[in-house]
């Protein structure tokens, strides 16, 4: 139905189609082999026996702890080096690490707030009312003018 008709194809065709000649098919390769029997399933499972609790259960306990403890340490000091594999999978990405840059590298107000308390502090009990009123008010000022917080409104 889809095909040619098989007798159009046998009248009309004069041509001469030449087959490719056939090409002995090569010897296949052994691969080497490897020198010894193949171990029955007995015997590999012989081989992988292994106790499920070990003989001295309290070295075992204290060898395990010990190679914990140096690989948190190798881990540690990864990630105080910069070394992205020793990263939690939280921190990693070129995304996260310029957040994290970013926020290193900025200043903050808050890295000043104890220094500032300390100076509020002393400026408060100091003896002479005019100077404490002064140093509150420079305080409040600096304060207003380093940023809008709500404990900290703009002046104005």
Known sequence: M???????DRAGSTAVTAEPPRAEPAAPRQTPGKGRPTPSRRE???ARRRPLVPEDRK???????????????????????????????????????????????RINVGEYLMVVALVALVVLF???????????????????????????????
């Open 2 to 8: 889809f095909g040619r008709k098989k007798d159009a």
């Open 44 to 46: 590999q499972e012989a």
């Open 59 to 105: 070295a075992a306990k204290a060898q395990s702890r010990e190679s914990a403890r140096e690989q948190r340490m190798r881990a540690q000091a990864g990630m105080a080096a910069g070394d992205k594999r020793y990263l939690g999978p939280r921190d990693k990405g070129p995304q996260r690490r310029f957040a994290r840059d970013w926020v290193d590298s």
């Open 126 to 156: 100091f003896p002479i009312q005019d100077v404490a009123t002064y140093g509150v008010y420079v305080i409040w000022r600096s304060c207003s003018w380093a940023s809008p917080t709500p404990s900290c409104p703009r002046a104005g």
